[in-house]
């Protein structure tokens, strides 16, 4: 079998905090692993602080993970290139940042930036240059493209702005694409707009997407396989369907009963208890608000359980129902 | 770019500093032409204006306007190479060290605060001393003495640059760092370019002119520093020959009041706060003439709104931002009011407690509030009603929340304000308000800072509640937080609300929770009210194409979940129903 086309193995992270002097570091992400196959959408999920960003910039290389492997169809490339990505690992992995008000330079035009994309990645060059951008332009939806290619950030919609960060990633006609929430800046207007493009790009050109996202909606609709991420660890990953419709980690199902759907989706209550402790230094991260916690989980780290093919939680409610499968993950 | 040069032109202050500085230079340069040697003996000694001398002759019997003429050439040319050569070495550094950052940074920035700590300009001076006389020698004392305070400020701009979405997006595109400092954060510095070369010439001239007068210059050259030099040194106080003096003098005040006038053209320019707001609308005015036969409010409402139109003044005009919006509100109820960014939702918020900022104006309408005219309410008046009767939770919990004030204190604040509770009072009434959101009392000794996104919005909401008021403002107060969070605080709110029977005007955009958490909902696109119906009839049956694009703009989490729609029913709704594009200064956020 072919290996997949991203994987990441045992990811850490820590950030030193605490002032000068103190070599006090926090944890950010802690052993993530996961895999992201050709023409897949993977989303990540997980509350604001849980380390999605942190792990999109380790994966698009604007960040040097503590340790751990990110290996690129098999290769392992941190163990290859050191802290500074290659041009070729570039033109492979590609990110579309959350705010489209940012990530455009506001001095420069749309053609500017998709340009230089093509420029330095050798897709294109000379006259072919402006044909190429106005057939990027056509394919995430922005005509006439002739005009739009003229226009600078500030003279764009959001939903448009994120259209041509969009387009840059694919300028260089990378293998994956990494979104960090795509479109939590977008109107709800434009949003589905912006999605139905990602979807089409893993149908027509077998891009891997890994959507990061605090919506859970959305990722039901986008990705086959979701991951959740607590307090930097994978807690739940399988198939969308699996995760979504029967969540079996704790946490999972705390956010799910939190999504804003249905009528009365403020009359049940929140599974899940008001924290009174800090999480314990060895056991579960959740298990202060967990509504199952006993002995166990202030004790030890649950392991992975496998109660489903493809399916992972890392919870010991899993233990009496699953295998426990820890070496399925990290391997 | 072009356009920024229009804009700078059409100042007052840029054009008086231009021409006034474009006067200098011509005489600079061409001057010299015209008059007499300005080393040679003209005449005798200290005489006054004449036909002969114009301005005069010095001490020794030179021409004064031959002096001043020609020192204005090697004064402003060393004024403006200093300029140029202190904010290039300065931009350099600053961003190298601030994009770099690590061991560069640490290395560039040490070196930078040892130039800043040692007096620069007495070492300058003594190092100087080695060189060979002449003006390259000012040139090279200033630059090294002024570089270090533009490597800081530069390295403050690119460290905050080096932090925005786009530099990343550059590195992932896989640009080089000479080329992301060069084409991506420099550009972005312009004005800041602009602004330091003004101030640096401001400080080459100065400083040159004080050097000199002090005799630490090249005594021979002709310069006004050593044309002050001279003077002093000929007695010409003494003497009351104050022609010698004056017109350099008045030459130096000139070129630096030029000079201040640019840089703060350049400042107003970048930075548009400091620019006179546009005025607002009359109102009074406006309202007299515009008010049509007004429906009475409706029986039992706690709030009636009728035709209100709000304009802000922009640059381009006046832009209507709520356009004859009616709603009322019952005691106890929830109304929700849905739309996008840009739509007018705040501001139609805000104008509720008569919070707009000073470029918008009420120019139409009016707001019954429990038989109250709010649009007509005196300054005392507004004061005793605001917070009492309708009170509001903002977006940012932070900017609602004093960060240098504890929580009691704020409470206390609150409370004195309308009614003068002693501070244990406002204290126990505020553990009581905390208890009730959800948080600790003991918290009341908090300050903003130790509290989380969540905690925050729960005092909030805390201090909208602490004078019992009848109807609760609230403009997106859980965009900001998580779902779980978000869950958890709508649901003590609804409680409360039960208990304590205020009515709520919640704002967001997120139409599904609205839905959940409503009564009724009105439906706001680009300032109007298109749709307000019970959210039971919303969910199943909206008439309105719009509301049926939002709508369907919300993926659900359930099976259930209907197709999206065919693109041609959204270029409908869209296309029939473009909303303009608010040109509201920051409408976005
Ligand atoms: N450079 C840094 N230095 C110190 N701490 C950091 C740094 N970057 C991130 N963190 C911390 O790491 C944690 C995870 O941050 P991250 O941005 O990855 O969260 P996130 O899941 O993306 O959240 P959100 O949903 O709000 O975007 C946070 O507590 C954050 O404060
Ligand atoms: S391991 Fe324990 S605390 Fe953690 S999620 Fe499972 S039951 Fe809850
Ligand atoms: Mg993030």
């Known amino acids: ?331 | 770019m072009r356009e920024t040069l229009r804009r700078l032109l059409r100042q007052r202050k840029a054009a008086v500093g231009g021409t006034l500085l474009l006067g200098f230079l011509l005489v600079a340069l061409v001057g010299p032409w015209f008059v007499m040697d300005p080393t040679e003996l003209m005449g005798q000694p200290h005489q006054p204006p004449s036909s002969a001398h114009w301005f005069g002759t010095t001490g020794q019997g030179q021409d004064v306007l031959a002096q001043t003429v020609v020192g204005a050439r090697e004064t402003l040319a060393i004024g403006f190479a200093v300029g140029a050569l202190v904010t290039l070495v300065g931009a350099l550094v600053g961003i190298t060290a601030g994009y770099l950052g690590r061991r560069v940074d640490d290395a560039l920035t040490l070196t930078t605060n040892i130039f800043l700590v040692i007096p620069g300009l007495p070492l300058a001076i003594v190092l100087g001393a080695y060189l060979p006389s002449g003006p390259f020698r000012m040139v090279v004392v200033l630059t090294f003495a002024g570089w270090a305070w533009n490597a800081r400020v530069f390295r403050a701009e690119a460290l905050a640059l080096r932090g925005r979405d786009f530099v990343a997006a550059a590195v992932v595109a896989g640009e080089s760092h000479a080329r992301i400092i060069t084409r991506e954060l420099l550009p972005n510095m312009a004005s800041l370019v602009a602004s330091s070369f003004i101030g640096n010439t401001l400080y080459a001239v100065g400083a040159q002119v004080g050097l000199e007068f002090l005799g630490l210059g090249d005594v021979g050259a002709v310069t006004w520093g050593t044309n002050l030099y001279w003077a002093g040194n000929d007695a010409a106080l003494l003497t009351r020959s104050w022609w010698i003096f004056v017109p350099t003098g008045i030459c130096i005040a000139l070129v630096g009041f030029s000079l201040t006038l640019l840089s703060s053209a350049i400042d107003e320019l970048t930075n548009p706060s400091l620019r006179a707001p546009p005025k607002a609308p009359k109102a009074a005015v406006m309202r007299a003439v515009a008010t049509p036969a007004q429906e009475a409010a409706a029986p039992g409402a706690l709030l009636s709104v009728r035709d209100l139109c709000i304009e802000y003044m922009t640059q381009a005009g006046p832009s209507r931002v709520v356009d004859q919006v009616s709603l009322d509100i019952a005691p106890g109820e929830v109304f929700g009011l849905a739309g996008e960014s840009g739509s007018g939702k705040s501001t139609l918020g805000y104008a509720l407690l008569r919070l707009l900022p000073s470029s918008a104006a009420i120019t139409q309408g009016s707001i019954v509030f429990d038989g109250t005219d709010v649009t007509a309410l005196s300054p005392e008046a507004l004061r005793a009603f605001r917070w009492s009767r309708v009170s509001m939770v903002f977006q940012s919990a932070m900017s609602a929340l004093n960060p240098v004030l504890t929580l009691g204190e704020q409470f206390h604040d609150t409370l004195a304000a309308h009614g003068g509770a002693s501070r244990a009072s406002s204290y126990a009434r505020g553990r009581e308000l905390l208890a009730m959101v959800g948080l600790k009392p003991e918290l009341v000794n908090a300050w903003p800072h130790q509290l989380s996104g969540g905690m925050r919005q729960r005092v909030g909401i805390a201090l909208a509640l602490a004078l019992e008021p009848r109807l609760v403002v609230m403009d997106e107060p859980t965009t900001a937080l998580d779902v779980v969070v978000q869950k958890e605080l709508l649901q003590r709110v609804l409680e409360l609300k039960e208990r304590l029977g205020f009515a709520v005007l919640f704002i967001t955009h997120d139409l599904p929770l609205l839905l959940a958490l409503s009564d009724r909902v009105g439906i706001l696109q680009a300032g109007k009210l298109v749709e307000v119906d019970t959210a039971q009839r919303l969910r199943t049956d909206a008439r309105h194409p719009y509301t049926r694009l939002l709508l369907s703009s919300f993926p659900h989490l359930g099976a259930t979940d209907t197709q999206a729609p065919t693109p041609d029913v959204l270029e409908q709704a869209a296309s029939a129903l473009k909303p303009p594009l608010a040109a509201l200064p920051g409408g976005r956020r």
Request: aromatic share 4%; proline share 8%.
């Open chain 1, 1 to 331: 079998m072919s290996p997949p086309l991203l994987e990441a193995s045992r990811l850490n992270r820590s950030f030193p905090v605490g002032g000068f002097l103190s070599h006090a570091r926090r944890k950010v992400l802690t052993d993530v692993s996961f895999s992201l196959e050709r023409g897949e959408i993977l989303a990540l999920v997980g509350e604001s602080g849980s380390g999605k960003s942190t792990l999109a910039r380790l994966l698009a290389r604007l960040d040097t993970p503590d340790s751990g492997d990110i290996l690129l169809s098999g290769e392992n490339v941190l163990a290859r290139e050191g802290r500074s990505a290659s041009l070729a690992y570039r033109g492979r992995v590609q990110m579309v940042f959350q705010d489209p008000f940012a990530s455009l330079n506001p001095v420069h035009t749309v053609a500017y930036h998709l340009e230089r994309s093509l420029v330095r990645h050798g897709r294109a060059r000379g006259v072919e240059l402006t044909r190429k951008v106005h057939a990027l332009l056509e394919s995430v939806g922005l005509t006439p493209a002739e005009q739009l290619a003229k226009r600078y950030p500030h003279e764009l919609s959001g939903g448009q702005r994120q259209r041509v960060a969009v387009a840059r990633a694919l300028a260089v006609e990378p293998d994956v694409i990494i979104a960090d929430e795509p479109t939590s800046m977008l109107d709800v207007s434009t949003r589905r707009g912006v999605l139905q493009l990602l979807k089409g790009l893993t149908r027509e050109r077998g891009i891997g997407i890994l959507f990061i996202t605090h919506d859970l909606a959305s990722a039901r609709h986008l990705a086959d396989r979701v991951l959740v991420l607590y307090a930097g660890s994978v807690v739940e990953t399988g198939r969308t369907s699996d995760v979504l419709q029967a969540p079996r980690h704790p946490y999972t199902r705390l956010l799910l009963s939190a999504v804003p759907d249905g009528a009365d989706f403020l009359r049940t209550p929140l599974p899940a208890r008001v924290a009174t402790a800090p999480p314990p230094p060895l056991g579960c991260a959740f298990a202060p608000r967990c509504p199952h916690a006993d002995v166990r989980c202030h004790e030890a780290l649950p392991p992975f359980h496998l109660p489903a093919a493809e399916h992972h939680v890392r919870c010991h409610l899993e233990s009496s129902k699953g295998v426990p499968d820890d070496a399925a993950v990290s391997s």
